[in-house]
């Protein structure tokens, strides 16, 4: 569309099959299918830390839906962006079934549409979308809108990180050196 604004899809939102890549196997994975209300069973595939804060994030996500999640809205939200982007490189996405919008930086040749075969990289918060696949929960403010982003690196992967006001990268799970070299613009 020539609004600059992007639109996603995703086929059926009460079902999804995730892939988990193997270390080391980025062209293999293991394909679990399984209803989105039973994914913590994927989860037995990382190490039981990273399951655990996982779960617990979605936990919290559920409480932040319905006590906090009004606190981050602001008017024209989400077919609007906060504010004008902070890096040339940023492009506001819509998710056109799930009704949230959100930056996006991707490095990636992949078009910006959320993956419905989601595969999970080295983190469970890590999965290879262009797209943003879940609203980002535990928003605060209507300012960190600004500042969230969906970063995808060349290789596809992505994860909300933040990028800073004067366009600093910030991401929270580094792809860990036998996943090689992340790569995303600076």
Known sequence: MGNGISYGSIHSPSVCSFILLLKGVETMGKIIPFP???RSQALNNFPISESDRFK???QESDNWQHQHKAKTMYPGY???PPCDPPRS???WFVHP????GVWVINSSEFEVIANPNLAWGWSA???KSAAPVYEPMNLNSVEIRKNITWIVDYDGFGQYGLVSNKGDIWIPHERPSEWGAS???Q
């Open 89 to 91: 490189d940023m492009q």
């Open 56 to 58: 617990r994030y979605l």
């Open 125 to 127: 918060f890590v999965l």
């Open 183 to 185: 790569r995303l613009r």
């Open 97 to 100: 079934h799930l009704k949230f």
């Open 78 to 80: 989400p077919e609007v």
């Open 36 to 38: 989105i209300n039973q």
